[in-house]
């Protein structure tokens, strides 16, 4: 196997820049193990940190990516040996660790999850963090939260990654889903991932009153801002609100009164620092419970050599589903 192989690096003098560059082992991280990176996505974070419209990236060079599966070549961590399949996401990669971008990486056992047999390293990346993000928003909405039959639960982002996979996993469950999108031209897509109802984004986007019609059984939302402002003023009593993403904004521009006088719980979703059991649920669940045959309408292959491209894509909302980076 060559020492040297190619990955997408970002430098910061003045301004920052990225660019494919050609890397041996000695400019990865110290770490018990090696792998041979398969697969890696391109995630609205990695949208922020290739273009720099956020400050993701707190090194520099840095090789980027949030997340990657692939085959480990050495090892001398106790719970890992060459040939394993593993998946990597957060711990933040693409943040100070090198992430998933080159065929290359080096890291901590600590980080690393060993891929349940039944998802292959490509399915793990069709999945990638967006795809656990969605199980984890999943998982929070049902600790102690609604059942199938209780009421409808709404998906804002519904076409992004996150939102796709936790339509399909909802309506697997036995949810009724309500998508909200801002792509009409969408809806057929999202309805055959199991969605029963699409509601416009705009419906949602601009600043609502304190207590809405109560709507919602639950809510699994991507967008943040008045998006999430509006789902949580719109959720029935003792409803629970899930907030992983920002793509409307960080903001939260919201009253404690939904808190107050309909018991709404807002649940946060961090996949980044997730404890390693937390994850390991996610990956078991996402085994078991995740149709991986409509990974591939959820998911389409994106070459390496495009990733710089294509990033502003993600941010424009341009991408549906997951885009799977193939570096094997
Ligand atoms: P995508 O870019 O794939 O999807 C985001 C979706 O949000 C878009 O497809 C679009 O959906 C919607 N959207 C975009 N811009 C706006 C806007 N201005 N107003 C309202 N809706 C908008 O991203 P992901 O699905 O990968 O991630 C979703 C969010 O979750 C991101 O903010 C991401 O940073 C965050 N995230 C957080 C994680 C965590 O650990 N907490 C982990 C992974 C992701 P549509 O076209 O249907 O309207």
């Given at each position: 196997m060559s020492d040297s192989f190619k990955a997408l690096v970002a430098r910061k003098e003045e301004t920052l820049s990225c660019s494919y560059e050609t890397l041996t082992l000695d400019d990865l991280d110290a770490g018990d193990v090696t792998v041979a990176v398969d697969y890696s996505t391109l995630n609205f974070k990695d949208g922020l940190a290739i273009t720099g419209a956020a400050p993701i990236a707190q090194?520099?060079?840095?090789?980027?990516?949030?997340?990657?599966?692939?085959?480990?070549?050495?090892?001398?961590?106790?719970?890992?040996?060459?040939?394993?399949?593993?998946?990597?996401?957060?711990?933040?990669?693409?943040?100070?660790?090198?992430?998933?971008?080159?065929?290359?990486?080096?890291?901590?056992?600590?980080?690393?999850?060993?891929?349940?047999?039944?998802?292959?390293?490509?399915?793990?990346?069709?999945?990638?963090?967006?795809?656990?993000?969605?199980?984890?928003?999943?998982?929070?909405?049902?600790?102690?939260?609604?059942?199938?039959?209780?009421?409808?639960?709404?998906?804002?982002g519904a076409a992004g990654g996150v939102g796709t996979v936790a339509i399909t996993l909802l309506a697997d469950l036995g949810y009724e889903v309500v998508a909200s999108t801002g792509r009409a031209n969408e809806s057929d897509f999202l309805m055959s991932l199991g969605a029963t109802g699409i509601l416009d984004r705009a419906e949602l986007s601009e600043r609502g009153k304190p207590l809405q019609k109560e709507l919602w059984a639950g809510v699994v939302d991507c967008v943040g801002s008045h998006t999430l402002a509006n789902a949580i003023a719109q959720t029935r009593y003792d409803g629970v609100v899930t907030a992983c993403g920002l793509a409307q904004g960080a903001d939260l521009p919201a009253t404690v009164m939904p808190f107050i006088l309909r018991n709404v719980r807002l649940q946060g979703v961090d996949s980044v620092q997730a404890p390693m059991a937390r994850r390991l649920v996610a990956w078991e669940r996402l085994a078991k419970e995740l149709d991986i045959n409509k990974l591939e309408a959820l998911s389409f292959d994106l070459h390496f050599s495009e990733v710089l491209s294509r990033a502003p894509d993600i941010l424009a909302g341009k991408i549906r589903g997951r885009a799977v980076v193939d570096l094997s």
């Open positions: 090194k520099h060079p840095l090789v980027l990516g949030i997340d990657y599966s692939g085959t480990v070549t050495e090892s001398a961590h106790a719970n890992f040996a060459p040939g394993d399949r593993v998946v990597m996401n957060g711990y933040g990669a693409s943040e100070y660790l090198h992430g998933g971008y080159a065929e290359r990486a080096r890291v901590s056992g600590e980080f690393l999850v060993k891929l349940p047999e039944s998802i292959s390293n490509a399915q793990a990346m069709a999945i990638g963090t967006a795809g656990y993000t969605a199980m984890l928003s999943v998982m929070g909405l049902q600790a102690n939260g609604p059942a199938p039959g209780d009421g409808p639960i709404l998906v804002t």
